[in-house]
């Protein structure tokens, strides 16, 4: 959803993310939410910035989200609060489910499907029923792709339905069931949430459903960062389902992004598993042998994503050129193909592991020395390249591993035995180029450059482009097979400026296609073609520049209720997803107050505040012929037009790679055993357990008894890098700390402001002890939880200096898209040294009338 | 135009981007690196290097955070105040009244501006300023504020502070508009029942009200704000009255030893 449409929610649920300190120039219309009469409601294990600001703060322990927003489920199920007519037209929950499908309350915490010897599910059983040909997990396939690693099923047609949602097999009741012992006993029980802290949230929030009302949910990496992270955003979309709030203004689920331009790096991606535009990266199996057989597993007969053909022929055509013909599958067998993990965690493991797969590593914009999970295992690591690349603003840890590292203070690496050559470039910083920022909302602003970079500083354009120009020399002096692909790779970007800096115009313009025989720029993805025809480096961002002189990121003049020319949102500038939702199945507004987009009768055409999510003149009324394929296959009440069957999921029949619901499991390291199942911790979730990676007990190591959380705070940026080296942000928290309740702090007999060692089995670090009410010990399984908050911040360079508080992490794996678990690990906490060591130092600051 | 800024603390979220636009923009030099524990303050008060201060307020009352979801802004017993401090600016300045050399004046907005050039460094200003504003900077000797942005409002624009702020939490302009926003939003802040906020804008003592207006939860010294400032000029009229009557006295004295010793 859009930022701005936060305004316009009658509730705004906010979990999983302090707001109000890691996005605060966003967190502008949640105040004016509020200001208009919205509840806030937040739900942290901290009271923060962001609960500060809130109408309700409920805390609960870090790690069991999937309780507390699966007993709302409930609420909702079992009250009977659901937003009904949006449930039965817009949801799979009428479906009817395989009969052989078990639940996690049939099996105790394992979903039908699990296969022990693989630690791995087949979800065949989850499909819908007598619905498709058996689907299948592949190895190495990651989730990011449109259907999450090439698992979705084809639904080539409408399962069987009960709009009366009282098929016992049906999705609701299913749901219903599934959900029926997150109630708020349980909420307490294994939360630490009581019941009236339960009550509140429920009743603000729920209240902001039906065709009156909606209400928004904004989570960031405190859902993400878990074992059962994706599970945890699929809870959320399911009672933003149930209550009708996706595709409404005010209603959705807001994913914030933790930089600048995060959003743009999954689009264009960075990701191992996925290629422009969320299309699947082929892996050596079935889909990889040609085009067609990667055609034939990805594009849906049914929905948007039959035109996959048209994306991927268009995204060859953009790489390579003239040399891509129909003849050579469009250089499909150029592109590297999946053959294992290779994900961030993938490759740090074998490096550490020394397997000689890997001689080199860049680092750009990036600071894993500090800010990976297990840092102290990324550090060594680094010690194992033969050469290691680092371009930032300033020389930052990751550069200097060799020489000032905790290892090599603490003798345990010797510079003299690393053998890394290390190569440090500086970077050019945002004001020192042109170019363009995806932010939060999938909204592309152009930035411009307002001076040369100093020095040697280059963009990163001007170096991977200057990089590429000199390796494809290279190559075309060396025409072996392997070479190939880089041969015919074009890369012929115009080069501006004093240092020949690749035009970024021209880069978008890729982006954005055009059409090959006359190289004009195209309006947008409807415009692309799969024979050839037509080039774009990504279907979603085409349309962003449609003519040589229009460039629409670079637009500043917003108009209506979303900013309509202000920047460009992908795609095709909408602003709200799916917003056919905001309409009846008849195409009428739900309401007056809430309308967004409807059907103009007399024009016969989708119109509103917003562009349609849905084909401008697709009646509501459509009824598919037979035989349509793509979109045409979906009817005119089907707002869902990504899906097969264009309707949202609450239930997903494959490809989340631990089940078709959500279920509570304990964090890997936990302080109590799972409540509802004797399945302690998420069973496809990947460890990764070994000597330097190692775990405490659970539940409830004896050594480890206190709850572990790592956070950012609003005057740094991630692992500090460009902010310790700024004075004017470094004084404003200028040493590593943790935060404690005064009761943890009487425990272990700590006072305000005194050094305290905080010890996971990875490592320890010291850090001042902030003592404040503002954390506090809740009740679970019948004893007192302590939660240890970390900032993590600070490394061994920059103005401020501190431990590294990610060497307390492990690497492990959440199944689907293989996202670390830093929230809700285990930890110790104790007194460094004779409590008369430390005075408390507002005695330091008020003696001396602070230091001026 | 008379300008002035409203900070309204009930919108604050705390981020600090004043301090930081205001450093930024003034080229503020650090004023060094120091935990203090107090909550996440560690720029402590306004002062020669710092000029936008924002004052964190746990008003735990003593006892954890209640779990019951009643904690946070609606709370009256559990909450987390943050509020954005700034020069005064006052109508009767007690720094520029004390300044010797002229090198504080009041500009044409009404701000009061200390002109770097002229400061001798006397002092004078520091312990005439009831709100513990203006500093000297011990490195350089002279005395240093906030400039209200002069160079900014020159040229049209608002503070660096003011244009920083996300959530409009400091809103900059017209100085009767400003009362007059800060008024309607007390009734509004009221009307949703919260009702422990008030305006700072100490009219009614001798600084005659200030350029710096604030909407504030709880007592003005929560947030380092006398309820009752004074400019150390009132006491002018008492130390002189008394001077000149000790004067008198004196020369009462003397004469009347002349006169006794003649008798």
Redesign the interface.
Known sequence: MALQDLANADAILIMGSSM??NH??G??WV?KA??RGAT?I?VDPR?N?T?????????LRAGTDIVFLGALVNHVLTHGLEFRQFVVAYTNAPAIINDDFKDTEDLDGLFSGWDPEQRQYSPDSWAYKSSDPKVGHEDGHGGHAKDRGGEASPMAHDPPRDPTLQDPRCVFQILKRHFARYTPAMVQEVC???P??????ADAYIRASGPERTGAICYAVGWTQHSTGVQTIRTAAILQLLLGNIGRPGGGILALRGHASIQGSTDIPTLYDVLPGYLPMPTFAGDGTSLDSYIAKHRLPRGWWGNLDRYIVSLLKAWYGDAATAANDYGFDWLPRISGDHSHFGYWLEMADATGTIDGLFVMGQNPAVGAPNARLARRALANLKWLVVRDLVELETATFWLDSPEIARGEMRTEDIATEVFFFPAAAHTEKDGCFTNTQRLLQWHERAVEPPGDARSEAWFMYHLGRRLKARAAADQRPANAGLNALTWNYRTIGPHAEPDANDILQEINGRRVADRSLLPGFHALESDGSTSCGCWIYSGVYPSPDRNRARERKGQGRYGQGWGFAWPADRRILYNRASARPDGTPWSDRKKLVWWDRANREWVGHDTPDFGKRKAPDYVPPSGATGDEALRGDAPFIMHADGMGWIWVPSGVKDGPLPTHYEPLESVIPNQLYSQQSNPVADRKERPDNPYAGSPLDPRYPHVLMTYR???HHTSGAMSRTL?????????F?CEI???LASNIGAA??QHVTISTPRGSVVA?A?V???????RVHGRAVHQVGLPYHWGYRG??RGDVANDLLAISEEPTVRIFESKGLVCRIEVRGPRSEVR???AE?RGSE??? | MITAFLTDSTLCIGCKACEVACKEWNQVPSDGYHFTGFSYDNTVALGHSTWRHVKFVERTAGVAAPIDGTAGYRSNTFRWDFSSDVCKHCSNAGCLEACPTGSIVRTEFGGVYVQPDICNGCGYCVVSCPFGVIDRRPEDGRAFKCTFCYDRQKAGLAPACAAACPTQSIQFGEIGELRAKAAARIAQLRERGIDDASIYDPQHTSVGGTHAIFVLRGRPEDYNLPSNPEVPTVHLRDGWSSAAVAAGLMLLGTAAAFFMQRE
């Open positions: 109000a300190e605060p120039v967190f502008r105040i509020r200001e806030v937040h009271f910035r609960s500060a600001m809130a109408d309700v703060w409920a805390p630490g949430v009581p009236e802290a339960f009550q509140r949230v705070l609003t005057e004075s004017h942000l470094a004084e404003l928290q200028p040493e700390f309740s005064p009761e305000n402001g001042r902030l404040t009410a503002r954390m506090r010990p809740l103005l401020v408390d130092p507002r600051v602070v230091r001026r």
